[in-house]
T-cell receptor, first 116, second 115 residues
Framework: NAGVTQTPKFQVLKTGQSMTLQCAQD?????MYWYRQDPGMGLRLIYY???????DKGEVPNGYNVSRLNKREFSLRLESAAPSQTSVYFC???????????????FGEGSRLTVL | GENVEQHPSTLSVQEGDSAVIKCTYS??????FPWYKQELGKRPQLIID?????GEKKDQRIAVTLNKTAKHFSLHITETQPEDSAVYFC??????????????FGRGTQLTVWP
């Protein structure tokens, strides 16, 4: 079991370039999340997907789009990168419904993105 | 939506002392309160959580207390050790009455335990 896998781990972009962060989980979880982490700001939710075929905005969705490709995969796209999007991005997943006792979020290792 | 405030932002303690981190939340319907630990360069990991039908939960040296009336919950670490040094995050759900929907995090507390 690899858990939550996200790629790439590091990326440098120029302002205006686009890119997609990929995330996949092998735990058969229904819910998937994208967070960004900035110094002093904690983890802020960008987008959330409760199940395959659904997505919902979080706290800071502007400048991002997401796709829940199937139950395993949830990608985050920056259409026109800006320096303010320099951050560490974490994908996470958890199960939902009566099967879960704790609602634990499982995080990927993170993707460090720098926009010049 | 939910507003989660966490204090203090930094905390330094001597090895063996106790550490307490507090969080407040705004949505009275929130019913699930987890705490995550993030070591330097690593991913956040769940260390303990509590549901709103319980006032306190313990797991060895860590405990979480919940005061629903005041809408705050706290993480208590006793007999701290250098390996407890990390950033700790509290969180609360956004979607009313839902344990497993969107989760908003506090800004984190950098805990340093000095030997």
């Amino acid at each position: 079991n690899a858990g939550v896998t996200q790629t790439p781990k590091f990326q440098v972009l120029k302002t205006g370039q686009s890119m997609t962060l990929q995330c996949a989980q092998d735990m058969n979880h229904n819910s998937m999340y994208w967070y960004r982490q900035d110094p002093g700001m904690g983890l802020r939710l960008i987008y959330y997907s409760a199940s395959e075929g659904t997505t919902d905005k979080g706290e800071v969705p502007n400048g991002y789009n997401v796709s829940r490709l199937n139950k395993r995969e949830f990608s985050l796209r920056l259409e026109s990168a800006a320096p303010s999007q320099t951050s560490v991005y974490f994908c996470a997943s958890r199960t939902s419904g009566r099967a879960s006792n704790t609602g634990e979020l499982f995080f990927g290792e993170g993707s460090r993105l720098t926009v010049l | 939506g939910e507003n989660v405030e966490q204090h203090p932002s930094t905390l330094s303690v001597q090895e063996g002392d106790s550490a307490v981190i507090k969080c407040t939340y705004s949505d009275s319907a929130s019913n699930y309160f987890p705490w995550y630990k993030q070591e330097l360069g690593k991913r956040p990991q769940l260390i303990i959580d509590i549901r709103s039908n319980v006032g306190e939960k313990k797991d060895q040296r860590i405990a979480v207390t919940l005061n629903k009336t005041a809408k705050h919950f706290s993480l208590h670490i006793t007999e701290t050790q250098p390996e407890d040094s990390a950033v700790y995050f509290c969180a609360a759900p956004v979607d009313r009455g839902s344990t497993l929907g969107r989760l908003y995090f506090g800004r984190g507390t950098q805990l340093t335990v000095w030997p």
